[in-house]
Every structure is written in structure tokens, then in C-alpha cells.
């Protein structure tokens, strides 16, 4: 069982920005894909961005040119720029393939208007 403990988040103004991190328990097992998720109230939990092992990387139209994310092996981070109040939501670390197998304990991030 591999366990994610998620970091960052927080409250930012409009145009702000976060960085989120997110680290495996095991260092050492092989994950093929790691990305983030986020829910907010009455929203289904949707996929922000995700990155394979050998980097290749795919985002949500919304947040595209905004966020990005990057990994060190099984750490995951998601840098977030221009944040907007939409974007406010539990965000969520996940690992394995296809996604979601593995899931972190979410973190919230708040961006006010």
C-alpha cells in the first residue's frame, strides 16, 4: 500500500499563486503516472494534471498555461500561477496507473476574489 502525503495549499488572492507537493511513502516502487485532482462543493472530482513516468504530461483546459507540473520520481508537484476563485477546491494527490489507484488526504486550497 503506498501512501501520499500531500503539502502546500492555502489561501491566496486572485492572480496569486501556490505550489503543491506530494511524496510516495515507498521511494523506491516504479509508479508510471502521478497527478492531482481537485473537488469543490457539488462538483464532481475532476483530473487538473497528470505526468508519466518518462514526463509526458496532460492538464485541463482551464488551467492550461496557468499550471504546471513537474516530478522528482515518486514526488509530484503542481505549480499553480494566475489562480482564479474557480480554482478553489480540495486538491488531491493520486499515483498509478490508469489514475486514480493510490489517493493523498486532499489539501485546500482557497483563492479569494
Known amino acids: 500500500q503506498v501512501q501520499l502525503v500531500e503539502s502546500g495549499g492555502g489561501l491566496v488572492q486572485a492572480g496569486g499563486s501556490l505550489r503543491l507537493s506530494c511524496a510516495a511513502s515507498d521511494r523506491d516502487i516504479s509508479i508510471n503516472v502521478m497527478g492531482w485532482y481537485r473537488q469543490s462543493p457539488g462538483r464532481e472530482r475532476e483530473l487538473v494534471a497528470a505526468i508519466g513516468s518518462g514526463g509526458s504530461t496532460n492538464y485541463l483546459d482551464s488551467v492550461k498555461g496557468r499550471f504546471t507540473i513537474s516530478r522528482d520520481r515518486n514526488t509530484v508537484n503542481l505549480q499553480m500561477n494566475s489562480l482564479r476563485p474557480e480554482d478553489t477546491a480540495v486538491y488531491y494527490c493520486?499515483?498509478?496507473?490508469?489514475?486514480?489507484?493510490?489517493w493523498g488526504q486532499g489539501t485546500q486550497v482557497t483563492v479569494s476574489s
Open positions: 493520486a499515483a498509478g496507473h490508469p489514475l486514480p489507484v493510490y
